[in-house]
């Protein structure tokens, strides 16, 4: 008797872990069918003691992005913003070219017209409209809507930061929390199918260590990106105070020929 109750706990083991692995498939169900598909083989595996199987699928489970599968929710919305951002960051640059392309060519038609004039500021014949041939888009319009869009990639740069580094934190604490609790699932179930208990610790306290380590280079990451938003950032700033320095000089000018 004292022989045969090992192995019955053994084998209450192996059915409650199987049952932990099949409400974690039919929870995953909902989002990767094919993840859950893995995790209920797995489920199946535990239940009948299929040893090789059973190190063989909880080999093929990535913890991190189980955790993330089951934590986050995709918005459409903020995927959105992200893709805007990083389609209007061309934007200004586009803008500025253009505009002084149409400018060169306002600006030599005007001086074909009136050869005079070649001795006024090319940005005082740009504000100027060049004669009006160039309808809107005059200099200081021009760095207006610069500003404008500079203005609007820091709105949209600030809001996904506050999403990613401030509102998603406690998020990303559930993430972390939910992966630890996967890999100890995982290592668990591991352990079921392992006869030398030994094995098992020093399997444990490996994945303990690697897990502080990817969790040490995760933190690493995140601050190399946030000193590189801070730059760009800064970056932006200086660039909008120039054309917003060049914008009050040409309307200084425009008030003084006034």
Known sequence: MRAIAPADARTTERDRTADQLAVLSSTVAQRDAALAELIGRLASAVREDRREDVQGYAEAIDPRGLAEILV??????????EVARN????????????????????????LTLQPDLVTRPFLLL??????GTIGFLR???LALIDASLIGLLIVLSLAIHYRAD?????????????????RGLLAHTVSLSTVDADLVDSELVDQMVAEERRIYERAMEREQRLFEM??????????????????????GERARKG
Do not use: C, H
């Not at 960051?89 to 002084?100: D, E, M, S």
């Open 72 to 81: 986050f929710s995709r918005s459409a919305a903020w995927g959105f913003v």
């Open 87 to 110: 389609v209007l960051v061309f934007a200004p640059i586009a803008v500025t070219w253009a505009g002084l392309s149409i400018a060169t060519d306002a600006y030599a038609k005007l």
């Open 126 to 131: 740009w504000e100027q409209g060049f004669g």
């Open 139 to 141: 200099f200081s319009n």
């Open 166 to 182: 401030v509102r998603d934190v406690a998020l990303r604490t559930r993430v972390l929390l939910k992966e630890s609790e996967i």
């Open 230 to 251: 801070e730059a760009a950032v800064q970056e932006m700033r200086a660039a909008a105070a120039e054309l917003s320095r060049a914008a009050q000089t040409i309307a």
